[in-house]
């Protein structure tokens, strides 16, 4: 099993900026195995959104049109985790934010191709 937690989630103005954690854990966590963790999210009423995807080995981060060149994903290897920089932001982005792992190295945008999920950590950008 591998278990996801996230954090630093909270209130921001528009325009100004947050950074989010997910540090995996768990005896069979391999990301070196060909593994992706993405980060999505979810508003309330709405589907779960595609927000990036990386494959663990690449690092090579895709990100959707809606976060393109404001959000930027990276790793430390050393810390099993990943981050995910949001700046320039917008009340359109408040959501619960999810980071997610998927035992195949690609770059997956369906939330029902991953396997292991965090919690969640709720991020609210006011106008």
């Known amino acids: 099993q591998v278990q996801l937690t996230e954090s630093g989630g909270g209130l921001v103005q528009a325009g100004g900026s947050m950074r989010l954690s997910c540090t995996a854990s768990g005896r069979t966590f391999n990301p070196y195995g060909g593994w992706t963790v993405s980060w999505f999210r979810q508003a309330p009423g709405k589907e779960r959104e595609f927000v990036s995807a990386m494959p663990w080995s690449s690092g090579i981060t895709m990100y959707s049109n809606s976060v393109r060149g404001r959000f930027t994903s990276s790793r430390d290897n050393a810390k099993n985790t990943v981050y995910l920089q949001m700046t320039m932001l917008k009340p359109e982005d408040s959501a619960s934010y999810y980071c997610?792992?998927?035992?195949?190295?690609?770059?997956?945008?369906?939330?029902?191709?991953?396997?292991?999920w965090g919690q969640g950590t709720q991020v609210t950008v006011s106008s």
């Open positions: 997610a792992i998927r035992t195949l190295a690609d770059y997956s945008r369906l939330p029902a191709d991953y396997e292991y």
